[in-house]
């Protein structure tokens, strides 16, 4: 039998599905979060859902983690009727999730973590050496290189992501939720995950695949259905779409529209180093010059991050030179770069870029209160005008001025990042994977904010491991590997391949 969404024939199977949405619906008072879904998951397939933040991506997944209590709709396991009224119950049958914000206790140990709540005892006591033994093994037999004896917080956040990754297969689950779960992987930690993917799929277990990144959707998924505006507008068989597709059916906006790029007459040198070295980078020599967006590609670990730390004053270089507008300058802290015009939007924006439980005109006004303040006093109105002007011009989509930032969505959130420091007036903008976890949509937006910064005579530098983003906008792009530059080429100088190769190495 088929079923057909918006003109597309979907093939399913004759076999009872495992898991199927009828009209299912999610309300918070005004906000229709989630429109009346009719959804089908098969056993044993890959499902990606995919859309532009705020299209009900997250409200479905805590719908189907019994985090949220529906509004209306049906839910059916198995061909049975289930309430889903809370966690306990959607773990019970075998639904897990694995989100992009990792959900445990960093002051555990990892075989902790991945034995909580089943942990292993002896005698009434708890026996932490069975659990990182056993531990141990189920993380080696995932491939995952991890050790199971050290506390988690000591891990990045992608390896917590696999952590909580093998926790939910310990588990046991039939039914399993990721979410973004390759933003902040190595690609040796992506091939690791997908091949657990795809041995889960083997195993009959049903993965629900959630990600910006439309080209994992077309290496890995079988099926994809769309969400825009908390309605289902279509499900595909990857096999007989495209990325074009999709993006139109999640944005109305062709793909030519996302990586927009303005031109932009390049004028006088900003800022210039001159072999620079330190922790985890050397003999990094690069130019920046008003209206251009200098590249900086390279795998995970490769020195990029490392380097524009140094260069915002959080680990100041070791030798060489830093130059300012034909001044040499040493900066040895983050005060004396944000004086000289230098601002960072950095990799992890909830760790490093923002007080996630401050509002959001504090957090845009940060860099600033010391302009409106009049002695040791707020001027309350300034605050808030500044705060109405960045949301207005950055189109922050926030219930108030006031919200907290953890309100907002991963994208909005990365917009307060940016108008932050536009309300600051640097010159020399660097943006440390500026994309990361948002969806095609706020990627359009943000590219449009960077070729405003250009107008006004303002430099960027951008850090990214996407290699289409910065492919497609940096003026100057420079290949890192191994903690320095090992090729620099002009706008669209080089093959995709070719960069690729200069990255790996080989």
């Given at each position: 039998?088929?079923?057909?969404?918006?003109?597309?024939?979907?093939?399913?199977?004759?076999?009872?599905?495992?898991?199927?949405?009828?009209?299912?619906?999610?309300?918070?008072?005004?906000?229709?979060?989630?429109?009346?879904?009719?959804?089908?998951?098969?056993?044993?397939?890959?499902?990606?859902?995919?859309?532009?933040?705020?299209?009900?991506?997250?409200?479905?997944?805590?719908?189907?983690?019994?985090?949220?209590?529906?509004?209306?709709?049906?839910?059916?396991?198995?061909?049975?009727?289930?309430?889903?009224?809370?966690?306990?119950?959607?773990?019970?049958?075998?639904?897990?999730?694995?989100?992009?914000?990792?959900?445990?206790?960093?002051?555990?140990?990892?075989?902790?973590?991945?034995?909580?709540?089943?942990?292993?005892?002896?005698?009434?006591?708890?026996?932490?050496?069975?659990?990182?033994?056993?531990?141990?093994?189920?993380?080696?037999?995932?491939?995952?290189?991890?050790?199971?004896?050290?506390?988690?917080?000591?891990?990045?956040?992608?390896?917590?992501?696999?952590?909580?990754?093998?926790?939910?297969?310990?588990?046991?689950?039939?039914?399993?939720?990721?979410?973004?779960?390759?933003?902040?992987?190595?690609?040796?930690?992506?091939?690791?995950?997908?091949?657990?993917?795809?041995?889960?799929?083997?195993?009959?277990?049903?993965?629900?695949?959630?990600?910006?990144?439309?080209?994992?959707?077309?290496?890995?998924?079988?099926?994809?259905?769309?969400?825009?505006?908390?309605?289902?507008?279509?499900?595909?068989?990857?096999?007989?779409?495209?990325?074009?597709?999709?993006?139109?059916?999640?944005?109305?906006?062709?793909?030519?529209?996302?990586?927009?790029?303005?031109?932009?007459?390049?004028?006088?040198?900003?800022?210039?180093?001159?072999?620079?070295?330190?922790?985890?980078?050397?003999?990094?020599?690069?130019?920046?010059?008003?209206?251009?967006?200098?590249?900086?590609?390279?795998?995970?670990?490769?020195?990029?991050?490392?380097?524009?730390?140094?260069?915002?004053?959080?680990?100041?270089?070791?030798?060489?030179?830093?130059?300012?507008?034909?001044?040499?300058?040493?900066?040895?802290?983050?005060?004396?770069?944000?004086?000289?015009?230098?601002?960072?939007?950095?990799?992890?924006?909830?760790?490093?870029?923002?007080?996630?439980?401050?509002?959001?005109?504090?957090?845009?006004?940060?860099?600033?209160?010391?302009?409106?303040?009049?002695?040791?006093?707020?001027?309350?109105?300034?605050?808030?005008?500044?705060?109405?002007?960045?949301?207005?011009?950055?189109?922050?989509?926030?219930?108030?001025?006031s919200a907290p930032v953890t309100s907002l969505s991963g994208g909005n959130q990365q917009k307060v990042v940016i108008g932050k420091w536009l309300n600051h007036g640097a010159k020399l903008f660097i943006f440390d994977e500026p994309t990361v976890g948002v969806d095609?949509?706020?990627?359009?937006?943000?590219?449009?904010?960077?070729?405003?910064?250009?107008?006004?005579?303002?430099?960027?530098?951008?850090?990214?491991?996407?290699?289409?983003?910065?492919?497609?906008?940096?003026?100057?792009?420079?290949?890192?590997?191994?903690?320095?530059?090992?090729?620099?080429?002009?706008?669209?100088?080089?093959?995709?391949?070719?960069?690729?190769?200069?990255?790996?190495?080989?």
């Amino acid at each position: 039998m088929s079923e057909t969404l918006e003109g597309a024939s979907v093939a399913t199977t004759d076999r009872e599905p495992l898991l199927v949405l009828k009209q299912l619906d999610k309300s918070f008072g005004a906000t229709h979060a989630l429109r009346a879904v009719d959804l089908t998951f098969e056993e044993g397939e890959i499902h990606a859902i995919v859309g532009e933040n705020g299209a009900g991506k997250s409200t479905l997944i805590k719908l189907l983690t019994g985090v949220y209590p529906r509004t209306s709709g049906e839910v059916y396991w198995r061909g049975a009727s289930v309430p889903l009224v809370n966690p306990h119950e959607a773990i019970g049958l075998g639904i897990n999730a694995v989100h992009q914000e990792v959900v445990l206790c960093p002051h555990l140990t990892v075989a902790a973590n991945i034995f909580l709540g089943d942990e292993i005892t002896r005698g009434g006591m708890l026996s932490h050496k069975a659990m990182v033994r056993e531990g141990q093994k189920l993380l080696d037999d995932l491939g995952f290189n991890l050790p199971a004896g050290v506390v988690l917080s000591s891990l990045t956040i992608g390896q917590q992501q696999l952590i909580a990754t093998a926790r939910a297969e310990r588990r046991g689950a039939k039914f399993l939720i990721f979410d973004e779960p390759t933003a902040y992987l190595t690609r040796q930690e992506v091939s690791a995950l997908f091949k657990l993917i795809r041995r889960l799929k083997a195993n009959g277990v049903t993965i629900v695949y959630i990600s910006h990144r439309l080209e994992e959707v077309f290496e890995l998924c079988d099926r994809v259905s769309v969400l825009r505006d908390g309605a289902l507008v279509g499900t595909r068989r990857v096999a007989e779409t495209n990325e074009a597709d999709l993006i139109a059916l999640m944005i109305n906006r062709t793909i030519d529209q996302i990586y927009h790029k303005d031109s932009v007459p390049i004028g006088a040198t900003i800022f210039e180093t001159d072999r620079l070295s330190g922790p985890g980078f050397h003999d990094v020599s690069i130019t920046v010059r008003e209206g251009e967006i200098v590249g900086l590609y390279g795998l995970i670990g490769a020195g990029r991050s490392e380097f524009v730390q140094s260069v915002f004053g959080r680990q100041p270089a070791s030798s060489g030179r830093i130059v300012w507008r034909g001044k040499d300058v040493r900066i040895r802290n983050e005060r004396q770069a944000m004086d000289l015009g230098i601002a960072l939007s950095p990799e992890s924006r909830r760790d490093q870029g923002l007080c996630l439980h401050l509002g959001v005109d504090l957090n845009i006004n940060l860099p600033i209160f010391k302009r409106l303040s009049i002695g040791p006093f707020i001027n309350l109105k300034r605050e808030a005008n500044a705060a109405d002007r960045q949301i207005r011009n950055v189109q922050i989509k926030t219930a108030a001025r006031s919200a907290p930032v953890t309100s907002l969505s991963g994208g909005n959130q990365q917009k307060v990042v940016i108008g932050k420091w536009l309300n600051h007036g640097a010159k020399l903008f660097i943006f440390d994977e500026p994309t990361v976890g948002v969806d095609v949509g706020t990627k359009a937006e943000i590219y449009r904010l960077l070729a405003s910064l250009l107008q006004q005579g303002a430099g960027v530098i951008m850090v990214s491991s996407y290699l289409p983003e910065v492919y497609e906008l940096a003026d100057t792009l420079h290949v890192f590997r191994g903690g320095t530059i090992v090729a620099t080429h002009g706008f669209k100088g080089a093959s995709h391949e070719a960069i690729l190769t200069e990255a790996i190495g080989v």
